[in-house]
Nanobody
Framework: QVQLAESGGGLVQPGGSLRLSCAVS????????MDWYRQSPGKQRELVAG???????NYADSAKGRFTVSRDNAKNTVYLEMNSLKPEDTAVYYC?????????WGQGTQVTVSS
């Protein structure tokens, strides 16, 4: 069975940094595209960043210049480096793996940006 396990969330001050990790098991990780989504109370889940199996990346406008998504196929892990964090970044962040019709989701990790 395929499992995605997010980690690295927590409380950080505005302007601070945080690195999220998502470890994938149960499948051939290198074949999957990986995404980071987030959801705040009362808002719809939104795509924050994505990286394809070949390493191409894309970002939401709100994340461009501040966030970096990367992957380490040897470790079956995708990362989201978040810098210059703002209170508006507060949300539950979810890891998403997909390949053709296959889709898998992590349980989410809470990120709170507050002073």
């Amino acid at each position: 069975q395929v499992q995605l396990a997010e980690s690295g969330g927590g409380l950080v001050q505005p302007g601070g940094s945080l690195r999220l990790s998502c470890a994938v098991s149960g499948t051939i990780f290198s074949l999957y595209a990986m995404d980071w989504y987030r959801q705040s109370p009362g808002k719809q889940r939104e795509l924050v960043a994505g990286i394809t199996s070949s390493g191409n990346t894309n970002y939401a406008d709100s994340a461009k210049g501040r966030f970096t998504v990367s992957r380490d196929n040897a470790k079956n892990t995708v990362y989201l480096e978040m810098n210059s964090l703002k209170p508006e970044d507060t949300a539950v962040y979810y890891c998403h793996a997909w390949r053709y019709s296959l889709h898998y989701w992590g349980q989410g990790t809470q990120v709170t940006v507050s002073s």
